[in-house]
């Protein structure tokens, strides 16, 4: 059980276009997922946390309109980059808490390219 | 989350015990102990957590101090596919704005042949 999805895997854009991101919990409910980035070499870095039904909360340095996140169900949260450059390009990772345990638990992540 | 000091990285020959520690000198009492890691390319996979005793799971073994400064993460008969990065973390167990896991540099473990 506890399992995470994210799709796509891995996306490749062109410069000022957009791309989604869906975080999935398969097998429980999530009242809240978490969105990290990860660039090579380093650690995952927080980049907000989003809660069901209400607006996401982003940590310092993190453009809120940059990155819309969404999370319309207990299950399902998005992150869009919009008008992505290739300094967004990254490994995207969604982590979901299990709404009765607060464990977290986390996806396989999405590479992200831009070109 | 109270701050986590590890060692950037380690070697450890396969199908000897891989000892991990882990620097939590400022934990307060509520925090557990939890350690993640991520093979390349991967998202963190959960791997044990402890509060203040001995924990040990189908995966690993986790040592805390008595006075709970320190742990030690042990893999008992390491594998190729060990090879990871290990992530130690503290934070309290329950919901809360500051529940989230936050990752600091970790310890890249490399497991020889």
């Known amino acids: 059980g506890a399992v995470v999805s994210q799709h796509p895997s891995w996306v490749i854009c062109k410069s000022g276009t957009s791309v989604k991101i869906e975080c999935r919990s398969l097998d429980f409910q999530a009242t809240t997922m978490f969105w990290y980035r990860q660039f090579p070499k380093q650690s995952l870095m927080l980049m907000a946390t989003s809660n069901e039904g209400s607006k996401a909360t982003y940590e310092q340095g993190v453009e809120k309109d940059k990155f819309l996140i969404n999370h319309a169900s207990l299950t399902l949260s998005t992150l869009t980059v919009t008008s992505a450059h290739p300094e967004d390009s990254s490994f995207y990772i969604c982590s979901a808490r299990r709404s009765a345990t607060y464990e977290q638990y986390f996806g396989p992540g999405t590479r992200l390219t831009v070109t | 989350d109270a701050k986590t000091t590890q060692p950037p990285s380690m070697d450890c020959a396969e199908g000897r015990a891989a000892n991990l520690p882990c620097n939590h000198s400022?934990?307060?009492?509520?925090?557990?102990v939890y350690w993640y890691r991520q093979i390349h390319s991967q998202g963190p996979q959960y791997i044990i957590h402890g509060l203040k005793n001995n924990e040990t799971n189908e995966m690993a073994s986790l040592i805390i101090t008595e006075d709970r400064k320190s742990s030690t993460l042990i893999l008992p008969h390491a594998t190729l596919r060990d090879t990871a990065v290990y992530y130690c973390?503290?934070?309290?167990?329950?919901?809360?704005?500051?529940?989230?896991?936050?990752f600091g540099g970790g310890t890249r473990l490399m497991v020889k042949p």
């Open positions: 973390i503290v934070r309290v167990a329950e919901g809360g704005a500051g529940n989230m896991l936050t």
């Open positions: 400022t934990i307060s009492g509520n925090e557990y």
